[in-house]
Every structure is written in structure tokens, then in C-alpha cells.
T-cell receptor
Framework: EAEVAQSPRYKITEKSQAVAFWCDPI?????LYWYRQILGQGPELLVQ????????DSQLPKDRFSAERLKGVDSTLKIQPAELGDSAMYLC?????????????FGQGTRLTVV | AQSVTQLDSQVPVFEEAPVELRCNYS??????LFWYVQYPNQGLQLLLK??????LVESINGFEAEFNKSQTSFHLRKPSVHISDTAEYFC????????????FGSGTRLLVRP
């Protein structure tokens, strides 16, 4: 069964360093999401792509976070500089919208710890 | 804007007992409704969804949820839980328009005790 691939699974970085996460969605899924999940809370949408275009980045802290999906396939989320409060699980999801199917499929996530 | 409320942060229950996890939502437009399950250090897995049609939806592992439009609720139930059902459960909504943005509740931790 096709899966959303994310790497790395775990990342420890020092405060003020740069960090990047990668996501490869399920083939054919035009919509890609990046969520941040702080321990004990529900996922919060950071950015949503439709193909290579950003359709929602209203909750993305743009002073330090950036996201791209250059060819409309895989995507990278970057944080520079990282802060202690960025420690969280970063989840990537993708969806195929159409034909009565609308659910999002999630990757295993990247657990970020900023020290 | 949409919002999702899961009033119970943790629900402890004994094995083989029934359980209900509550979810209420707020939205000015029609929405799709979902329940996701998350095991420790894992991503989210879709448990079940309501898109249209019958208001009672079921999953393959015995969970069911009922969409109640008048009460804007989508509670999750299981008549008899197992130890392996211990996990975090998230209710989510998505607008029925081109955005398909998923909004999640804060989650309910189901703790099944022997």
C-alpha cells in the first residue's frame, strides 16, 4: 500500500541552527499538507499546497519557517533559526480530492527536539 | 471558520467495556467529518469518515460514529474495547469546498485497562 514518506524520523538540533524536513506524498496526490503537533495537542496546519502552489499558509511563522514544493511532488519544510518552542512532531499528509475521496493520508512524522 | 471540541482529554475504561469519545464541531458551512487514531510516535491513521448519506459510519475494527447535524456532533463509540485500542483519538472537520483544510480537535487519550 502506498505511503507518505517523511525523513528524518527524529532530529535533535541546537537553538539557532537551521533544520529541514522532507516529505514525499503518495503518487498522484495533488494536495500536500504540513502540520505541527505539539505534545498533548492536536495537529495544527502550517501550510497546504495544491500541486506546487501554496493555498494556505496563514499559520506558518514566515519569519523563520519556509516550505516549498517545486515540482508539485515532494516537499521540504525548513526552520531557520530553530527556537526551543519549535520542539514538536512535524507531520506531512497528502490527499487526492475527487471521486468521493477526500481523506488525508499521514506520514510517520518527524520528531524535532530543539536544545 | 471551523472549530472542533473534544471535551475529554483522557478516557480510562476497563477492557471489554463500552466507550464513547465525544466530538462537537462548529462551522458556518457544510463539512466532512473524520476520526483519526494515533499510536505513540506514529502518524495519524484514518479510523472512519462521514462524507454524506447514512449518518452512522463504521470502521473495520468495531468503532462507529454518528453524525448529528442538529447537535453538531460526531461522537465515536465502541461496544467493547481491547487493550490494543489504547491510543490518542482525534476528531477533524474539513470544509466541503475547494480548500479541504483539515481542522483537528485537541485529542482524547483512550486508556484501556485490563
Amino acid at each position: 500500500e502506498a505511503e507518505v514518506a517523511q525523513s528524518p524520523r527524529y532530529k535533535i538540533t541546537e537553538k539557532s541552527q537551521a533544520v529541514a524536513f522532507w516529505c514525499d506524498p503518495i503518487s498522484g496526490h495533488a494536495t500536500l499538507y504540513w502540520y505541527r503537533q505539539i505534545l498533548g495537542q492536536g495537529p495544527e496546519l502550517l501550510v497546504q499546497f495544491q500541486d506546487e502552489s501554496v493555498v494556505d499558509d496563514s499559520q506558518l511563522p514566515k519569519d523563520r519557517f519556509s516550505a516549498e514544493r517545486l515540482k508539485g511532488v515532494d516537499s521540504t519544510l525548513k526552520i531557520q533559526p530553530a527556537e526551543l518552542g519549535d520542539s514538536a512532531m512535524y507531520l506531512c499528509a497528502s490527499s487526492f480530492i475527487g471521486g468521493g475521496r477526500t481523506e488525508a493520508f499521514f506520514g510517520q512524522g518527524t520528531r524535532l527536539t530543539v536544545v | 471558520a471551523q472549530s472542533v471540541t473534544q471535551l475529554d482529554s483522557q478516557v480510562p475504561v476497563f477492557e471489554e467495556a463500552p466507550v464513547e469519545l465525544r466530538c462537537n464541531y462548529s462551522s458556518s458551512v457544510s463539512v466532512y467529518l473524520f476520526w483519526y487514531v494515533q499510536y505513540p510516535n506514529q502518524g495519524l491513521q484514518l479510523l472512519l469518515k462521514y462524507l454524506s448519506g447514512s449518518t452512522l459510519v463504521e470502521s473495520i475494527n468495531g468503532f462507529e460514529a454518528e453524525f448529528n447535524k442538529s447537535q453538531t456532533s460526531f461522537h465515536l463509540r465502541k461496544p467493547s474495547v481491547h487493550i490494543s485500542d489504547t491510543a490518542e483519538y482525534f476528531c477533524a472537520v474539513s470544509r466541503m469546498d475547494s480548500s479541504y483544510k483539515l481542522i483537528f480537535g485537541s485529542g482524547t487519550r483512550l486508556l484501556v485497562r485490563p
